[in-house]
């Protein structure tokens, strides 16, 4: 082997261990069906589920890939249909536990419990978290962190009262593609130049809304309780004020969060139009089509990010772009919308140093700029500019790296990757768009205001 492909190995080699120290996983060696688990080991850890839908069965899911994950408890108020469902996996995965519809009764009952996993609709997490941090648990807590700031803040507070883990599901913050990115691709190899600019969107084709099947209704008065007021608003909770935040919150607050962590900032000032163009607004209660505009100011300068979520047309699904004057990043949880674009009047020869590194691979057949002597003019650059692939694969399930890393950091042997403190930066950042909209004015950040 030459001494470069050694270093191109070892260098890639390198950061995916580092990565993996950062959280993205350790030995992966997946529970097998019909294992028994046995006894407790020092590396074990005793976990709860509170809210076994759709989001909690995906993390369920990816746990059971995890050494050393015990689930002891599944709570969930739908017992006829997701806690059946969860407890049911469970059983098949021999992880003894028991099944709740209350929280409260859970805490009081179980006392082997290290962590719970939070994923019930955002405006529980604040009561749920704080009860569980306050019962002497770790919790990773879904995205957003809360529905309010009020209640964000005191998901913080109790954190740091109670000295124990709070990690918010902005999984993308220990996905090895992403901080790959950010350290090599953004701060050690500078591909982008000066950033100047933010493009993200999430865009989802109309959609009929959810609906249950039959015979597995939660009566009336446990949905009362739950703060629902029909089936219909219990399944369809995002789009109703005062239990959810709406696309913007929903989908943005993943996306608004790389921006402030690959910008390394928080914004300046945000505007926003929030529309409801498609959907009944009995149902839709928040805006479908959202477009916002932050301004930063970074140690490189001012940039402008815009965003948007459109809910009625899926054109060009979801992504992040960081645009700077040599060069444009894309990236995006799906590895195929993932790359690199080089700016026409940056030499190939500067990006070889990173092509040799096996950081990015040029892709082979595009087109050559037709005129490059316009007089008097900029070089006319061809429909696409030198396109690179990122060479860095996240091979896991999306949400297993977060998981390892929290279940790591009770380890004591990484840092969390999204503690509290920056799901509430971005919780601040996000739920601004909503009041930005609402009042049609620029609204100002004070820095003040991302700390609690
Ligand atoms: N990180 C991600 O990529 C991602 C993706 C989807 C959803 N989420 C987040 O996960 C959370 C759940 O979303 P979802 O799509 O799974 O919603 P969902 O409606 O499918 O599931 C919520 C579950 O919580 C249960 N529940 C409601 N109130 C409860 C209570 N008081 N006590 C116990 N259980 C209760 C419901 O019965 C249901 O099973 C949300 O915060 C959402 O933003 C994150």
Redesign the pocket.
Known sequence: MSGRKIEKVMDRRDFLQSAAAAGAGLVFSPMVIGQTVTSKKPDDINVAL???????W?LLNACLLIPGVRFKAV????TKH?QKRASGLLRKYRHEHNTY?D?REMLDKEKDLDAAII????F??AE?TVACLEAGLHVYC???MSNTLEGARRMVQAAKKTGKLLQI?H?RRSNSRYIFCYEKLIKQAKLLGQITAVNGQWNRAVNAGLGWPKGTDIDPETLKK?GFESMEQF?N?RWYKGLGGGPIV?LGS?QIDVYNWFLDARPVSVMASGRTNYYNKETHQWHDTVMAIYEYETSQGPVSAYYQTISANSSQGYFESFLGTEGTLVVSEPASRCAVFREWWVLEAAWAKWVNKGYIEQEEGLDQPEDKEVVGEIRVPSPQPPKYKILVTMDEKI?QPHLENFFDAIRGRVKLSCPAEIGYETAVTVLKVNEAAEKGQKLEFKPEEFRV
Do not use: F, L
Request: hydrophobic share 30%; proline share 3%; with cysteine.
């Open positions: 509170i809210g076994a839908g759709a989001q909690g995906v709570c969930d108020i739908w997701n519809a929280y994923a019930t609709p955002d529980w997490h749920h879904e995205k957003e599901g999984q739950s399944r909770w929903d993943h949400h």
